[in-house]
């Protein structure tokens, strides 16, 4: 049972387009939830956070929304450019006692700009 | 800093044969975590370390599956006897500081391939 749900497994968007990746989740425990970014032969690279006191978080051409009421968050990429196309894992974790518990990653979402 | 040094970057073994990963986190990161990402399932944490020692091994889909960090500066993965089903790209992962809302940086992957 997957607790980090990425529905979409590709989006295609033209250059200078606005990108909109979108993540579910099912633990309402979580309150810390991270966008990463992975290009082909490489390891996966941190992007962005959130914490759950925020519901914005920007950074550049890169901002994550959080609605916690309906447990979604979005990555928007604006403008996109074809550097961006790149599998993009959203993942999750929760405070647990003393120190966080482990991160629990989605399937992820090819995304494709293109030119 | 080289980052997370994985090897091999590729294996391809047969069925039933043992397969050992290593890894060498950053020079300081007291955690290291090993993933697991399948097209179907995405990344999936298997096991993770603080300072050497194993926290969470709930992941780790069988006993056929082991995990050591003799030191500060290496772990291995293991798979014995290894399975068609094993196929996948392995990550190593490690970060900073206690609590894993901390970056993690990962290694490029092992992609493994059990005929």
């Known amino acids: 049972d997957q607790q980090v749900k990425q529905n979409s497994p590709s989006l295609s968007v033209q250059e200078g387009r606005i990108s909109i990746l979108n993540c579910d989740y099912t633990?309402?425990?979580?309150?810390?939830f991270l966008w990463y970014k992975k290009y082909p032969a490489e390891g996966p690279t941190f992007l962005i956070s959130?914490?759950?006191?925020?519901d914005k978080n920007e950074d550049g051409r890169f901002t994550v929304f959080l609605n916690k009421s309906a447990k979604h968050l979005s990555l928007h990429i604006v403008p996109s450019q074809p550097g961006d196309s790149a599998v993009y894992f959203c993942?999750?974790?929760?405070?647990?006692?003393?120190?966080?518990?482990?991160?629990?990653f989605g399937p992820g979402t090819s995304l494709s700009v293109i030119p | 800093d080289a980052g997370v040094i994985q090897s091999p970057r590729h294996e391809v073994t047969e069925m039933g044969q043992e397969v050992t990963l290593r890894c060498k986190p950053i020079?300081?990161?007291?955690?290291l975590f090993w993933y697991r990402q399948t097209m179907m399932r995405g990344l999936e944490l298997l096991i993770y370390f603080n300072n050497n020692v194993p926290i969470d091994d709930s992941g780790m889909p069988e006993d056929r599956f082991s995990a050591k960090m003799p030191n500060a500066s290496f772990s291995t993965l293991k798979i014995q006897p290894s399975e068609p089903r094993d196929s996948a790209v392995y990550f190593c992962?490690?970060?900073?500081?206690?609590?894993?809302?901390?970056?993690?940086?990962f290694g490029p992957g092992t992609r493994l391939l059990v005929l």
């Open positions: 020079s300081g990161h007291d955690y």
């Open positions: 959130i914490s759950s006191i925020k």
């Open positions: 633990n309402s425990m979580f309150d810390y």
């Open positions: 992962a490690s970060s900073l500081t206690q609590g894993l809302r901390e970056t993690q940086y």
């Open positions: 993942a999750a974790s929760s405070w647990r006692e003393t120190s966080y518990d482990k991160v629990i």
